[in-house]
């Protein structure tokens, strides 16, 4: 591999590892479409910048976009309190009117200059590694620099206010009454949320940034219920993923900002789909074995009550279970395998009884008081 | 007298804006609102494949946006029904993933298909009225027709469903239904606004006409024939307007103007209502 491609995967490594601590306070906190609204007001925010410094080169157009994800954050945040607008309807409002405004004043006043608005959108990280730069002797592409920096300061935040986050996190009122100044916290949040965007989209484009964001924590989310392997979890998903993404984008020889963020869509699919606890298998294998082990029981009490009784040879006749018990053959016969093998049933000249084991089981189940008040309440309802 | 051109573009963008603004109240008042910003990014993969599997004309391409832009409102619904993700999440996560999707295929038609004159990229992301004809006038109308068709058929469960979906559920009536109707109608919507209007800026037709009229009506029905007012307004002055502050040396984008219009229109309506206290 040439050293101008492991720098492209050292940049969209880094941009990774800078986006995961924001993407998971945004996550948590419900606000993954004020990301999506910061990254597309960063246009407007360069372009203002640009009339003032008047050079396409300049520090102050990103300090520019990320003032404009902060201000479009203090516009939601005012017409929410009016009362009169929804979260999701300011959000609707603001950016668009904020991004018309930036291409507007494009049309007007840039004609001359070549601000690619696809590269804006798209990113890049192609090109992240023709600008070097110098650090400690080494030579680096610059973006990979800035993002690395952009990590250290969110991992210096998260480290700092970690008690605080945890709290705001889980219990913004409680947070309040504390007097932890949620305000205060929330802003800061939003300023990283707002330097990891306009630091990364130079490498994977506004939209995105949105994909590293929000995809790698929920994949993650889908793998663990605790913080602090959340943020690893959703680090470690999504560094890989934007190294895999990469080379196979150097193989197939197409974009990187595409290739890689279709690959954080499949690696959720995949995890969505297996995932050991939360995901479609284990869901279904669990509602399977729930309804079995429910029909068990049931199967063992419809039993108990016909113990000894003369309806018995009808009731508990082999042949008969699935009409009585309004189940398919293939489901009764399973089901009494099942039983026979735990010893709960014996089967002889085709009618089941139960064994002592089984009798307990089902004595047991009768006794438990979920189970009885369940098979009463028909019977309270029609009362009432 | 405006010239003919004018008169088919402004006729296309006031249509546009009624048909989003009668649609998008509805996503508001579900609180769905960004529903229309990720079909409408969600719709790229769409046009690209439609591009990619011999669809030249312009109905092949918007049918394209059309398919996955249900697509990814079907993606968004099941992965929200079975985990534990919040809505806000699978919507953003969803609408990256497949605006990625749709940036690869591009990129693969860029490169692969010869003579692929496909409109760039600047095209689809801010539309261009200015390039409206007849024949997208009258595919605009008919599908805006049968949008306002569905919505009268439908009126019933739907405006129970908007008002309260609890009660609407307790009813027997399929609240899944109702928003998966919905979440068709929006496609179409926004479909027909993509190429004069573009993705970015769609977004706010959806939003920005229900918002301003909410500030005057409580009453459903008035409410959408209102917004749907507001939007076609907005069509008009933002069309208008671009056409007049532009000349020779400056164009002035149409698509921008009519987002800065309807959004100037909720500001105002914001303004009045927090004036007379109600």
Redesign the interface.
């Known amino acids: 591999m040439s050293r101008p491609e492991l720098e492209t995967i050292g940049v969209m490594a880094a941009m990774a590892a800078a986006c995961s601590l924001p993407g998971v306070l945004l996550?948590l906190r419900?606000?993954?479409?004020v990301?999506?609204a910061i990254s597309?007001v960063l246009l407007p925010g360069i372009v203002i910048a640009y009339f003032f410094v008047n050079d396409a080169a300049s520090p102050f157009l990103l300090l520019g976009a990320a003032l404009s994800g902060v201000v479009t954050v203090a516009l939601v945040e005012v017409?929410q309190r009016?009362r009169?607008?929804?979260e999701?309807?300011a959000?609707?409002?603001v950016f668009?009117?904020m991004?018309?405004?930036g291409?507007?004043l494009v049309?007007?006043n840039l004609r001359n200059v070549h601000l690619d608005?696809?590269r804006v959108?798209?990113g890049s990280a192609e090109l992240a590694c023709i600008n070097p730069t110098e650090v400690f002797g080494w030579s680096l592409p610059r973006a990979m620099v800035v993002l690395l920096a952009i990590t250290l300061i969110n991992l210096v935040f998260l480290l700092l206010f970690l008690k605080e986050l945890q709290l705001v996190i889980f219990d913004a009122a409680l947070a309040a009454s504390f007097g932890f100044m949620p305000f205060l916290l929330h802003y800061a949040m939003m300023t990283i949320v707002s330097l990891t965007t306009v630091a990364a989209f130079e490498a994977v484009g506004s939209?995105?940034v949105?994909?590293f964001?929000?995809?790698p924590?929920?994949t993650a989310?889908?793998l663990t219920h605790r913080l602090l392997p959340l943020f690893g979890l959703s680090a470690i998903v999504g560094i890989v993923t934007a190294i895999g993404g990469t080379m196979l984008a150097f193989q197939l020889d197409?974009?990187i900002?595409?290739?890689?963020?279709?690959l954080?869509?499949l690696v959720?699919c995949v995890v969505?789909c297996f995932a050991p606890d939360?995901g479609?298998v284990a869901?279904y294998l669990r509602r399977r074995q729930q309804v079995r082990s429910l029909h068990e029981t049931m199967l063992l009490i419809h039993l108990l009550t016909h113990e000894k009784t003369p309806a018995e040879i009808d009731e508990a006749s082999e042949g008969n279970l699935p009409r009585h018990l309004a189940w398919t053959a293939t489901h009764v016969n399973a089901l009494v395998s099942d039983a026979k093998s735990k010893g709960l049933i014996i089967v002889q000249n085709g009618i089941c009884r139960l064994t002592d084991s089984g009798r307990r089981s089902a004595q047991q189940s009768i006794r438990t008081p979920g189970f009885v008040s369940i098979t009463d309440r028909p019977g309270k309802s029609r009362d009432s | 007298m405006i010239d003919p051109t004018l008169q088919t573009v402004t006729l296309g963008t006031a249509a546009i804006g009624a048909v989003a603004g009668l649609v998008g109240t509805f996503a508001v008042v579900r609180r769905q609102s960004l529903q229309g910003d990720a079909i409408s990014h969600a719709a790229l993969p769409g046009v690209s494949l439609a591009f990619l599997l011999g669809g030249r004309s312009v109905d092949m391409i918007l049918l394209g946006a059309a398919v996955t832009g249900l697509l990814a409102m079907l993606t968004v619904s099941v992965i929200v029904r079975n985990s534990r993700l919040s809505f806000d999440v699978v919507l953003g996560g969803v609408l990256a993933v497949y605006f990625g999707l749709g940036v690869t295929l591009l990129e693969y038609v860029k490169r692969n298909v010869s003579g692929a004159t496909l409109h760039g990229l600047d095209r689809y992301l801010f539309g261009q009225a200015a390039m409206m004809r007849n024949d997208d006038l009258e595919a605009i109308l008919a599908l805006g027709g049968v949008i306002i068709v569905v919505l009268l058929l439908f009126w019933k469960p739907i405006q129970l469903v908007a008002f309260d979906a609890d009660f609407a559920h307790t009813l027997g009536f399929s609240v899944r239904r109702v928003d998966a109707l919905l979440a068709a109608l929006l496609v179409a919507a926004v479909v027909i606004g993509l190429q004069a209007i573009g993705v970015v800026l769609m977004s706010a037709l959806i939003v920005a006409p229900a918002v301003a009229a909410r500030q005057w009506t409580s009453r459903l029905a008035t409410l959408v024939v209102l917004a749907a007012c507001l939007g076609a307004l907005a069509g008009v002055g933002g069309t208008l307007l671009s056409h007049w502050l532009s000349d020779d040396s400056l164009r002035i984008p149409t698509g921008p103007t009519i987002v800065l219009v309807v959004t100037a229109m909720v500001a105002i309506s914001l303004i009045l209502n927090l004036r007379s206290g109600r």
């Open positions: 996550v419900r606000m993954v479409l990301g999506d597309h017409l009016s009169l607008i929804k999701d309807a959000i609707g409002l668009p009117a991004f018309s405004i291409v507007i049309s007007m608005v696809d959108l798209l939209v995105l949105l994909a964001f929000a995809v924590v929920a989310r889908l197409t974009t900002a595409g290739t890689t963020t279709t954080l869509g959720f969505f939360s479609l869901q």
